[in-house]
């Protein structure tokens, strides 16, 4: 059964940092792509940022420069560092994976997500 499991995250002030955690099992992890994404109340999930299986990187442009991901393959964990953090990055944030191919990748696993909120 595959699982994946965020946390990390919280109510932090704008300027502010956050690292979100993902741990996942019942999947090969480094066969697959990992992505970030969120979704703010009253607004369609977005894309936050994507890290292929070899290492490609991937960011909404609203987030470039301030979010890193990165994935630590002999842990099943993926991450998000989140800098500079702004009231609009207010959202729930969900881990997801999925194998990518021909440049598309197929989220079929999916976190619960965790909230983030920053105040102004």
């Known amino acids: 059964q595959v699982q994946l499991v965020e946390s990390g995250g919280g109510l932090v002030q704008a300027g502010g940092s956050l690292r979100l955690s993902c741990k996942a099992s019942g999947i090969i992890f480094s066969l697959n792509a990992l992505g970030w994404y969120r979704q703010a109340p009253g607004k369609q999930r977005e894309l936050v940022a994507v890290?292929?299986?070899?290492?490609?990187?991937n960011y909404a442009d609203s987030v470039k420069g301030r979010f890193t991901i990165s994935r630590d393959n002999a842990k099943n964990m993926v991450y998000l560092q989140m800098n500079s953090l702004k009231p609009e990055d207010t959202a729930v944030y969900y881990c997801a994976a999925g194998p990518m191919s021909r440049n598309v990748v197929t989220y079929n696993y999916w976190g619960q997500g965790t909230q983030v909120t920053v105040s102004s």
């Open positions: 890290l292929t299986s070899g290492g490609s990187t």
